[in-house]
């Protein structure tokens, strides 16, 4: 079984649509959890940061993360084109390394 | 706040030569940066983990002696590819850990390296 599940896409959503991006792990230690979104030719941007359980916000984006379940989602609300781009879920493992998912492409056409 | 650099951008170069990448924290301080490749439609792969002041760690399967890391100050590691071949050839990214605590990795925009 791999560390990490996260299914590559691609995805293809109308503009406006509701986006739901998943991973999930097998390791129980994980406590930190990231989403990055790299946009083509270009460095991963650190979008969403939890620690531990539950749900955080931030504008259109939300990430939950269910440590019962070992699944972490990344919610984008009224999503745009500029949102197309590969969206990566991370876990921070020992020695601060970052575990990544295989990463999900995205395509919001209008 | 929380830029990383990388330098340079993009870089070809012929088989057997070898290439410096710098990679810099500009607005904070990391005893720790980590470097990746990345090849097309892939997610990162963790290369070596570079360590201000001791030997960088490398991953398993990663030529210590291909791949040379030196982290010169709490702001630059560079990553040399020594004698590139084209197999070399790839998209490499470093990211910083910024040194506060419970700080974040940061990545830089990567370097794009051709080895004919």
């Known amino acids: 079984q791999k560390e990490v599940e996260q299914d590559p896409g691609p995805l293809s959503v109308p503009e406006g649509a509701i986006v739901s991006l998943n991973c999930t792990y097998s390791n129980s230690a994980f406590q930190y959890f990231m989403w990055y979104r790299q946009y083509s030719r270009k460095g991963p941007e650190l979008l969403m940061y939890t620690y531990s359980s539950g749900n955080k916000e931030d504008g259109r984006f939300t990430a939950q993360v269910d440590k019962s379940s070992k699944y972490i989602s990344l919610f984008i609300r009224d999503s745009q084109p500029s949102d197309s781009a590969t969206y990566l879920c991370a876990f921070r493992g020992g020695y601060n390394k970052l575990i990544f998912g295989a990463g999900t492409r995205l395509a919001v056409h209008p | 706040g929380a830029v990383v650099s990388q330098h340079p951008s993009w870089v070809i170069c012929k088989s057997g030569t070898s290439v410096k990448i710098e990679c810099r924290s500009l607005d904070f301080q990391a005893t720790t940066m980590f470097w990746y490749r990345q090849f097309p439609k892939q997610s990162l792969m963790l290369m070596a983990t570079?360590?201000?002041?001791?030997?960088?760690?490398?991953e398993q399967g990663v030529e210590k002696d291909k791949f040379l890391i030196n982290h010169a100050s709490l702001t630059l590691s560079t990553l040399t590819v020594t004698s590139a071949h084209p197999e070399d050839s790839s998209f490499y990214i470093c990211?910083?850990?910024?040194?506060?605590?419970?700080?974040?990795?940061?990545f830089g925009p990567g370097t794009r390296l051709l080895v004919l």
């Open positions: 990211s910083a850990r910024d040194d506060k605590p419970g700080g974040n990795q940061y």
């Open positions: 570079s360590n201000e002041g001791s030997k960088a760690t490398y």
